[in-house]
């Protein structure tokens, strides 16, 4: 196998960078703006970002459309607005590492949606990976721990499992930016109706430049590199972002706002990310059903750290 590029590498260093930064953003966008009202304002963006670039491609959506409410409303809507919210309450590095669990969860899933049972050593990658959750919530980890905060943020990674899974199911022969600035279309169309209930009286600068960052560069221009990402390097090596950025994420918070950062949170993602590297890795037992449904990393599907 051939060794990746140094633009592949930069590439890499970038998005981490990129990805990593999301939560620190939330968070100064809520100084301003209610949850969901930041994640609206982030998929609208977003989509403006990325639709032109999926434009060319639209016919390959051509017998998807069905699909699309359901994804946009598990890889997006959903779990952007349960992530701000949860960061009223719930330190953004924390937020970042418990997203990174989303591996763990579809190891979970699998076989309630009957793609065979997970192997011994999946099993163990997940333990393992729970355990580090626990670690990381846990006293000394990141200060007090509000436990609906910690659940909304476990949620939002149950939904990236599940939204990764329906996209591989039902998007087949989509190209990748035409899936991506649908379904941050949907999700805007989605998320508008709570939205409308959150617009601000006045506009806060700092916020407010916080939440274009996010959308713009955070979100849209991101999964524009990601797609970048997969080109040159295949999607083995792009994944790796999902294993950089929590821990760029937990940075961030320690060192821009001063964030407690206990030994549980270091070890705790390690843990996290030791236990989704295996889990993610190890093959499901009598997975014939599996085997049927063509796997494609897209921009959307399989990444979770935006």
């Known amino acids: 196998m051939a060794t990746m590029s140094v633009r592949s590498?930069?590439?890499l260093g970038l998005?981490?960078?990129?990805?990593?930064?999301?939560?620190?953003l939330i968070a100064l966008g809520l100084t301003g703006f209610e949850p969901a009202f930041v994640a609206f304002l982030r998929v609208f963006l977003a989509a403006a970002v990325v639709v032109p670039f999926g434009l060319r491609h639209w016919r390959t959506?051509?017998?998807?459309?069905?699909?699309?409410?359901?994804?946009?409303?598990?890889?997006?809507?959903?779990?952007f607005v349960l992530i701000s919210t949860a960061e009223q309450q719930l330190a953004s590095g924390l937020a970042g590492v418990l997203v990174a669990s989303q591996p763990l969860w579809l190891v979970v899933l699998m076989p309630l949606l009957r793609q065979g049972w997970p192997a011994l050593t999946s099993i163990a990658g997940t333990v393992t990976g729970f355990v580090g959750v626990a670690l990381v919530v846990g006293p000394s980890g990141s200060g007090d721990v509000d436990p609906a905060a910690v659940a909304m943020m476990l949620g939002a990674a149950l939904c990236y499992a599940f939204g990764a899974w329906w996209a591989k199911r039902t998007m087949t022969g989509v190209q990748p930016l035409a899936q991506t600035g649908a379904t941050l279309t949907t999700a805007t169309v989605l998320i508008a109706p709570v939205a409308a209930f959150q617009v601000p009286h006045e506009l806060h600068l700092g916020a407010s430049a916080a939440v274009?960052?996010?959308?713009v560069v955070g979100t849209?221009?991101?999964?524009?590199?990601?797609?970048?990402?997969?080109?040159?390097?295949?999607?083995?090596?792009?994944s790796l972002v999902s294993y950089l950025a929590?821990?760029?994420a937990l940075g961030y918070g320690a060192t821009i706002l001063h964030e407690p950062l206990g030994w549980n949170s270091v070890l705790g993602l390690a843990l996290i990310l030791s236990g989704s590297w295996v889990s993610s890795r190890a093959p499901l037992r009598r997975r014939r059903a599996a085997a049927e449904v063509p796997v494609k990393e897209t921009a959307v599907a399989g990444c979770t750290d935006r």
């Open 9 to 11: 590498w930069l590439l």
């Open 15 to 24: 998005l981490a960078g990129i990805w990593g930064s999301s939560y620190l």
């Open 61 to 79: 959506l051509s017998g998807h459309w069905r699909s699309l409410p359901l994804l946009a409303a598990t890889q997006v809507a959903v779990p």
């Open 212 to 215: 274009v960052v996010l959308a």
């Open 220 to 238: 849209g221009g991101a999964f524009v590199i990601y797609n970048r990402l997969i080109k040159d390097a295949g999607p083995a090596r792009a």
């Open 246 to 248: 929590p821990a760029v």
